[in-house]
């Protein structure tokens, strides 16, 4: 090669060289952003084990928000309020949608994995998050020396129909050892039972470790749902306030029926989503109710062998009313309720449902517990275990129940499962 052609070949390397320099530069820069961006939304953004297993899936639709959209409960609060008890708590959710911490598919080595089941008394509406049912449970039992991971799967506003749907999903995925299912009085009505209901027909969709996050959350916002951050979103009200419809008060034929008999202050509650509306018409429900012969043999029949598919024990749990344990609250009622005159609920004609319950789950082989007595005795005038207006437990009644419910598992633990022949 000619002398000034390899000049011009070297002169031209380094004319070029610059630019090489800095396509190198440029990438580094774009490849670093890339991965730091990554881990800032993987930081930001995150994405539970299981996809498409959400507590919107099995809960009623009560949750409605400009900032609450279909299937985005992930890591999301709202407040529950009674302004006549004086109390307001936050619910903080998990990704899931459920009042719990992280969960985790895989059990860890070496413990118990324990699942509850239920409406709000299991999510444990009424009080903080330490002291709900399910939590007081877990705590109570690692200090005695057993060591339990508990899950919370209580949906307020749920029944027995919802806790079968969220049990054939949950159990299988979870793989809880025991489940304990917590039936409210108020789950004691009649039920159109779908057998299909109870087979195995979920299938688990688990997150994909290596796909870009920031794909994961532009593919959500695009679906226009809302994506979960680190931290726990802002609380919203779970109670409706007027004008919303769902507050009983927004229809004025109602508003003007509930006028007649519900004190000024606490209809100015009801109003403003403070106080629970539809306790106004409890009274008359719960009279006609427990007067109404239960027939669970079926469902409790059916639930047991689809959980036993799984090995998981199922133990039923029955809690009553205020009003069947202590007429202590028949005063409070009496300012927002149409009461029925010389009526007491804690006669043992409105305990029927408890005794039902207890013959079927005998005939069944399932152990059940009725918590009506242990709570007639442990209440106390200064001591009260429930809130005086609104139903649900002060946060001393979850810490009595998850006792009584420990206690009765230890004292029963290692009983003969039901035999899976005689429940199909």
């Known amino acids: 090669m000619p002398a000034a052609s390899g000049r011009e070949c070297f002169s031209s390397w380094r004319k070029r060289e610059p630019i090489r320099r800095l396509a190198r530069r440029a990438l580094f820069a774009i490849g ?50 009674s ?13 899931y949608g459920f009042r719990d911490d992280t969960w985790k598919v895989e059990r860890e080595a070496g413990t118990t994995r324990v699942a509850f089941i239920g409406d709000s008394f299991v999510e444990g509406f009424g009080s903080d998050g330490p002291n709900t049912l399910p939590a007081a449970f877990g705590r109570r039992a690692r200090e005695s020396g057993l060591p339990v991971e508990v899950l919370n799967l209580g949906m307020g506003g749920a029944g027995p129909l919802l806790y079968l749907r969220l049990a054939r999903d949950a159990v299988p995925l979870f793989r809880p050892q025991v489940l304990f299912v917590v039936l409210y009085e108020n789950d004691i009505v009649p039920y159109n039972l779908k057998k299909t209901w109870g087979w195995a027909n979920f299938q688990p969709e688990y997150a994909n470790r290596f796909e870009p996050r920031v794909l994961a959350v532009l593919r959500d916002r695009a679906a226009g749902r809302r994506v979960p951050r680190r931290w726990t979103a802002s ?17 004025p034929e109602q508003a003007e029926k509930l006028r007649e008999f519900v004190h000024e202050d ?3 509650a009801m109003r403003r989503g403070r106080f629970n509306p539809a306790l106004a018409l409890w009274r008359r429900f719960a009279f006609e109710s427990m007067n109404r012969r239960s027939d669970f043999r079926t469902y409790l029949k059916f639930f047991a062998s689809t959980v036993a598919q799984h090995d998981t024990e199922l133990r039923i749990v029955y809690i009553p009313t205020k009003s069947q344990v202590t007429d202590r609250y028949a005063p ?9 005159v010389g009526v007491s609920f804690t006669g043992r004609v409105f305990q ?27 209440g106390t005038e200064t001591q009260p275990l429930y ?4 139903d649900h437990f002060r ?8 006792r009584l419910v420990l206690d009765w598992w230890r004292e029963t633990e290692g009983r003969d499962p039901p035999d899976t022949k005689t429940l199909h």
């Not at 082989?365 to 709570?375: C, V, Y």
């Not at 809130?387 to 609104?390: E, G, H, L, N, R």
Request: neutral net charge.
């Open 32 to 81: 670093l952003f890339l991965i730091l961006q990554e881990g800032a939304f993987r930081l930001v953004f995150p994405v539970p084990e299981v996809v498409n297993f959400h507590r919107i899936n099995y809960s009623p639709k009560l949750f409605r928000s400009r900032d609450i959209l279909p299937a985005t409960l992930g890591h999301a609060s709202f407040t529950w309020s």
């Open 83 to 95: 302004d006549p008890d004086e109390y307001e708590f936050v619910h903080r959710l998990n990704l």
């Open 235 to 251: 609380p919203f009200a779970y109670l409706a306030s007027v004008p919303d419809r769902r507050n009983a008060w927004s229809h």
């Open 266 to 268: 606490i209809a100015d």
């Open 332 to 340: 409070y009622f009496a300012r927002f309720t149409r009461m029925e």
């Open 352 to 378: 029927r449902h408890a005794r039902e319950l207890a013959l079927v789950c005998d005939a069944l082989g399932i152990p059940f517990l009725d918590l009506s007595p242990a709570l007639r005795e442990l």
């Open 387 to 390: 809130w005086d207006y609104d």
């Open 395 to 402: 946060p001393r009644g979850y810490r009595a129940t998850a």
